[in-house]
């Protein structure tokens, strides 16, 4: 069966640092991967979109890496601050989109 | 210009009830997905609504039904609540199906007790 697999339910660094966030899938030949956030009670914001032909994106202090041969995509958040303290979804899409069950990441100043 | 708007935002019912939720894509967007999202989960699509159609399905089963309007609004509608149904529902609105960016609503949190 296909399966989604986000590296651990909870991740904690140093402010200053790079939270490395992984998303592994299985059974699974996505078009496309995308990165989302989310805070508590809230809808998830969308933040990076790579495509099965793309090996990596950058958006400021975001990098996203996408190996169709592992089935994982890596994504970095580089100069960590407090205020990036959050859920953060891995989403994959083919005919359909199929979400991760996220990592929370905790920045500690 | 609003983003994805959904209502309401909070609702408790009772076990074998009915359910509408509803929400208003963003400006511009012709295309309505609906998720339901457990606690400590990842969404979980339930379906995509374009043009007044359904378009997909998710693994959900018939008591989960939607509708768009015209100006592309949606509904979601939940038939004989079980309390598994208790979760957050979220909206999400965008230009193109999957391929373009999904612009997500607060969402509806549903009590079934």
């Known amino acids: 069966s296909q399966k989604i697999e986000q590296n651990s339910e909870a991740l904690n660094i140093q402010e200053g640092k790079t939270a490395t966030l992984t998303c592994n899938y299985t059974?699974?030949?996505?078009?496309?991967l995308q990165w989302y956030r989310q805070d508590p009670g809230r809808g998830p914001v969308f933040l990076l979109l790579?495509?099965?032909?793309?090996k990596e994106k950058r958006k400021e202090r975001l990098k996203v890496t996408f190996d169709t041969t592992l089935k994982q995509s890596l994504f970095h958040i580089t100069a960590s601050q407090p205020a990036d303290s959050a859920t953060y979804l891995c989403?994959?899409?083919?005919?359909?989109?199929?979400f991760g069950a996220g990592t929370r990441l905790t920045v500690k100043p | 210009d609003a983003g994805v708007t959904q209502s309401p935002t909070h609702l408790i019912k009772t076990r074998g009830q009915q359910v509408t939720l509803r929400c208003s894509p963003k400006?511009?967007?012709?295309?309505v997905s609906w998720y339901q999202q457990a606690l400590g989960q990842g969404p979980q699509f339930i379906f995509q609504?374009?043009?007044?159609?359904?378009?997909q399905r998710g693994n959900f089963p018939d008591r989960f039904s939607g509708h768009q309007f015209p100006n592309y609004s949606s509904e979601l509608n939940v038939n004989a609540l079980l309390l598994g149904d208790s979760a957050l529902y979220l909206c999400a609105s965008s230009s193109d199906g999957f391929q373009e960016t999904q612009y997500f609503g607060p969402g509806t949190r549903l009590l079934v007790l």
């Open positions: 400006s511009g967007h012709d295309t």
């Open positions: 609504y374009y043009e007044e159609e359904e378009r």
């Open positions: 790579i495509r099965e032909n793309e």
């Open positions: 059974n699974y030949s996505p078009a496309y």
């Open positions: 989403a994959l899409l083919n005919n359909d989109m199929r």
